[in-house]
């Protein structure tokens, strides 16, 4: 019923940029704080930004502040996170997740994509 679908995902070398794309079906972006995690290989999901329904208030990980931003297009029921500069560290599988609420923490969603590869090489 309701899905989320990242996209934008690949291999890019350190200091260059990518743009990730989450587009939503069944669900409403412009009605729901949405946010973006990653997750390394043998380490925890992280929080990286979000944004709430009316756009009051948005959030950057301090990992990630003053190199991503994350933006949504109501049009289009899509969520982006633009990423650059990137770091070796940044390389990781990147979710998104949405809920109609106002809580912005890891275990406030009820809704998770399926991820997308980043990989940043030197």
């Known amino acids: 019923q309701v899905q989320l679908v990242e996209s934008g995902g690949g291999l890019v070398q350190a200091g260059g940029s990518l743009r990730l794309s989450c587009a939503a079906s069944?669900?409403?972006?412009?009605?729901?704080?949405t946010g973006w995690f990653r997750q390394a290989p043998g380490k925890e999901r992280e929080f990286v930004a979000a944004?709430?329904?009316?756009?009051?208030?948005?959030y950057v990980a301090d990992s990630v502040k003053g190199r991503f931003t994350m933006s949504r297009d109501n049009t289009k029921n899509t969520v982006y996170l633009q990423m650059n500069s990137l770091k070796l560290e940044d390389t990781a599988v990147y979710y998104c997740?949405?809920?109609?609420?106002?809580?912005?923490?890891?275990?406030?969603?009820?809704?998770w994509g399926q991820g997308t590869q980043v990989t940043v090489s030197s």
């Open positions: 997740a949405s809920n109609p609420r106002e809580g912005v923490g890891l275990a406030s969603y009820d809704y």
């Open positions: 069944g669900w409403t972006f412009s009605s729901s704080t």
């Open positions: 944004i709430r329904w009316n756009g009051i208030a948005t």
